[in-house]
RNA sequence: UCCCGGGUAGCUCAGCCGGCAGAGCAGGUGGCUGUUAACCACCCUGUCGGGGGUUCGAAUCCCUCCCCGGGAGCCA
């Protein structure tokens, strides 16, 4: 079916011309002698609408009511009524698929909560239709940088059999049907879905140089928080022959690109967000894009917040992991923007971080954000076979089934450093949603998989 | 998983120190209008989350389970 998008017709300078649009009915007015449909196809934010006189056309246009589908075709003329700039006077209107008067969509706000709850319908609404349109530039975005930057694209795997990454609980997988389901273990050994590309890429990085993934990630942690996911994605850079300052000042450049490229690329939809979800959004997102995160040690990150005389629910100590509400505090109030926290305590981080020279802490870092907290965690890698199999042992793991991920350090072992992205949570952040499961089109989390 | 707050019409919510279940919006009908969250009039809409208990009587009080939201933990 030939159609024109709304987005194209609206970016035109003057009106003129016959067009087609196809889409969704939002809303209809319809009085005696005219009606007036607004039409969304989901190119861009705005309707267009098309006005029809009334006794030109059949019994159908009484049937179109809001989310019919349709197309309309007829000339684009400059809009005499107020609050758009073009319509169209409509010389052939065709109800494709009708909505009966059970639609769930209103043409009044709906709250969040009840969205969820049909969420096969929600991306017909403004808000949802924006966050997938920047979720869409944003997801461009990642490769547009990585790509600039000389990083290769790899893809990891999604089943695993290493339950060793340490990165939190997993899925099982496991075969239920055909001559397989009866068999233990489909993969010979226990297996389960990622949670982490990390291990994998870490490998590849040490023959490619440079590269990364993006791909979902799944966490079977009993999570009921507006920041988790069960099934999210994540994006995981992996650096060779660099340390933990080119992986800051990385984290700072890739964060950078994504929020000017939908402050390019979405200026529309920024501006619904900056409406009706989160007051200042472009401001915030303009601003960080024009400055340097701020960095601190967790060292002196602690020593600021026990001076800070603020009274916190846990009171911060070395050693201790940071609380939501001090990550919170440091980068809403201390900084009042992103803060990359670096060289954590060795005991509350992962066994694969490089350790540094004091020999009680690793080359370890966390982004930080207002309204999110830690929106990406990374680290310089330990690349000394000796000191990883010390790690290992020390925590009370087995070095065998790491045999593959230590010859890595065996044989032409290099520095190397990344980090993991939630990219929900950088849709969170650009956006404004106050909760996760509103950046994705279908969340999963305890309870939910539906649609 | 823990701590709070909730669950009443299709949606958003009021009613909650016990006494006839309500409003706005949506929907239907009619009217009116180059309208724009259109407007005006009328009409329709209920397992008051489920179960149990107290009571002459429970949406309202008590117990319990389920579900939702916020916060915490885990993390990205």
């Given at each position: 079916?030939?159609?024109?998008?709304?987005?194209?017709?609206?970016?035109?300078?003057?009106?003129?011309?016959?067009?087609?649009?196809?889409?969704?009915?939002?809303?209809?007015?319809?009085?005696?002698?005219?009606?007036?449909?607004?039409?969304?196809?989901?190119?861009?934010?705005?309707?267009?609408?098309?006005?029809?006189?009334?006794?030109?056309?059949?019994?159908?246009?009484?049937?179109?009511?809001?989310?019919?589908?349709?197309?309309?075709?007829?000339?684009?003329?400059?809009?005499?009524?107020?609050?758009?700039?073009?319509?169209?006077?409509?010389?052939e209107?065709?109800?494709?698929?009708?909505?009966?008067?059970?639609?769930?969509?209103q043409?009044k706000?709906?709250?969040?909560?009840?969205?969820?709850?049909?969420?096969?319908?929600?991306?017909?609404?403004?808000?949802?239709?924006?966050?997938?349109?920047?979720?869409?530039?944003?997801?461009?975005?990642?490769?547009?940088?990585?790509?600039?930057?000389?990083?290769?694209?790899i893809?990891?795997?999604?089943?695993?059999?290493?339950?060793?990454?340490?990165?939190?609980?997993?899925?099982?997988?496991?075969?239920?049907?055909?001559?397989?389901?009866?068999?233990?273990?489909?993969?010979?050994?226990?297996?389960?879905?990622?949670?982490?590309?990390?291990?994998?890429?870490?490998?590849?990085?040490?023959?490619?140089?440079?590269?990364?993934?993006?791909?979902?990630?799944f966490?079977?942690?009993?999570?009921?928080?507006?920041?988790?996911?069960?099934?999210?994605?994540?994006v995981?850079?992996?650096?060779?022959?660099?340390?933990?300052?080119?992986?800051?000042?990385?984290?700072?450049?890739?964060?950078?690109?994504?929020f000017?490229?939908?402050?390019?690329?979405?200026?529309?939809?920024?501006?619904?967000?900056?409406?009706?979800?989160?007051?200042?959004?472009?401001?915030?997102?303009?601003?960080?894009?024009?400055?340097?995160?701020?960095?601190?040690?967790?060292?002196?990150?602690?020593?600021?917040?026990?001076?800070?005389?603020?009274?916190?629910?846990?009171?911060?100590?070395?050693?201790?992991?940071?609380?939501?509400?001090?990550?919170?505090?440091?980068?809403?109030?201390?900084?009042?923007?992103?803060?990359?926290?670096?060289?954590?305590?060795?005991?509350?981080?992962?066994?694969?971080?490089?350790?540094?020279?004091?020999?009680?802490?690793?080359?370890?870092?966390?982004?930080?954000?207002?309204?999110?907290g830690?929106?990406?965690?990374?680290?310089?890698?330990?690349?000394?076979l000796?000191?990883?199999?010390?790690?290992?042992?020390?925590?009370?793991l087995?070095?065998?089934?790491?045999?593959?991920?230590?010859?890595?350090?065996?044989?032409?072992?290099?520095?190397?450093?990344?980090?993991?992205?939630?990219?929900e949570?950088?849709?969170?952040?650009?956006?404004?949603?106050?909760?996760?499961?509103?950046?994705?089109?279908?969340?999963?989390?305890?309870?939910?998989?539906?649609?």
């Amino acid at each position: 079916m030939k159609r024109n998008r709304i987005r194209d017709i609206l970016s035109q300078t003057q009106a003129g011309g016959i067009v087609t649009v196809a889409g969704w009915a939002r809303t209809v007015r319809s009085g005696k002698g005219v009606t007036f449909i607004e039409i969304n196809d989901g190119s861009c934010l705005a309707n267009i609408q098309a006005v029809a006189e009334t006794a030109a056309h059949d019994a159908s246009l009484g049937k179109i009511s809001t989310g019919a589908s349709l197309r309309v075709s007829g000339r684009l003329v400059d809009s005499p009524g107020a609050g758009q700039r073009f319509e169209i006077a409509a010389d052939e209107i065709a109800l494709i698929g009708a909505a009966p008067p059970d639609y769930p969509l209103q043409k009044k706000r709906h709250s969040f909560e009840f969205l969820r709850e049909i969420a096969h319908l929600r991306p017909r609404t403004n808000t949802f239709g924006a966050v997938l349109r920047v979720r869409s530039a944003m997801a461009q975005a990642v490769h547009e940088f990585f790509r600039n930057h000389g990083f290769l694209y790899i893809h990891t795997p999604i089943i695993t059999t290493s339950d060793c990454e340490g990165a939190g609980e997993m899925f099982s997988v496991s075969a239920s049907g055909g001559e397989a389901a009866g068999t233990a273990h489909f993969f010979g050994k226990p297996a389960g879905l990622t949670v982490s590309g990390q291990l994998e890429a870490e490998l590849v990085c040490m023959a490619l140089g440079d590269v990364y993934t993006f791909g979902p990630t799944f966490r079977a942690e009993n999570s009921n928080t507006s920041r988790h996911l069960s099934e999210f994605w994540m994006v995981e850079p992996e650096m060779a022959f660099a340390g933990l300052d080119e992986d800051a000042r990385l984290a700072e450049d890739f964060l950078k690109h994504l929020f000017r490229a939908v402050l390019a690329e979405c200026p529309e939809d920024m501006a619904f967000f900056d409406k009706w979800v989160f007051n200042g959004a472009i401001e915030r997102l303009e601003k960080i894009a024009s400055s340097g995160f701020s960095r601190v040690t967790y060292t002196e990150a602690v020593g600021l917040l026990e001076k800070s005389g603020e009274k916190f629910e846990f009171a911060p100590a070395w050693g201790a992991d940071l609380q939501s509400e001090h990550e919170r505090y440091l980068a809403e109030r201390v900084f009042g923007g992103p803060v990359i926290v670096t060289d954590y305590p060795k005991d509350i981080k992962a066994f694969y971080m490089k350790l540094n020279d004091d020999g009680r802490t690793v080359r370890a870092m966390d982004v930080l954000v207002p309204g999110v907290g830690e929106i990406i965690g990374g680290s310089q890698r330990e690349d000394d076979l000796e000191k990883l199999e010390g790690r290992l042992r020390s925590i009370g793991l087995d070095t065998a089934p790491y045999w593959w991920y230590l010859d890595t350090r065996r044989y032409g072992s290099a520095p190397h450093a990344g980090f993991g992205l939630g990219f929900e949570r950088a849709v969170q952040f650009v956006t404004g949603m106050q909760n996760i499961r509103d950046t994705i089109p279908f969340p999963r989390v305890p309870r939910h998989a539906d649609f």
